[in-house]
């Protein structure tokens, strides 16, 4: 299935989470991480950040 899914203005680094519930985007243009949760195919949370987050990573 695919989807479209609107998140920041910008989105540019996307990673997925350890469990495969939730994709986290960062959005350079709103200096935000949106939170998108898979099984539901919408975002659920938008995180504000630094300036111009354009990668992302998670840490075991």
């Keep these: 299935m695919v989807a479209t ?3 920041g203005k910008g ?3 996307v990673v ?4 495969q ?3 986290f985007v960062t959005n350079m243009f ?9 099984v539901r ?3 659920i949370k938008t995180v ?6 354009n990668g ?3 840490m075991p």
């Design 5 to 7: 899914i609107e998140t």
């Design 11 to 13: 989105a540019h680094g």
């Design 16 to 19: 997925t989470s350890p469990n």
């Design 21 to 23: 519930k939730y994709v």
């Design 30 to 38: 709103d200096n935000t991480v949106s939170v998108i949760d898979k």
């Design 41 to 43: 195919n919408k975002a």
């Design 48 to 53: 504000p950040v630094g300036e111009i987050p």
């Design 56 to 58: 992302i990573s998670i």
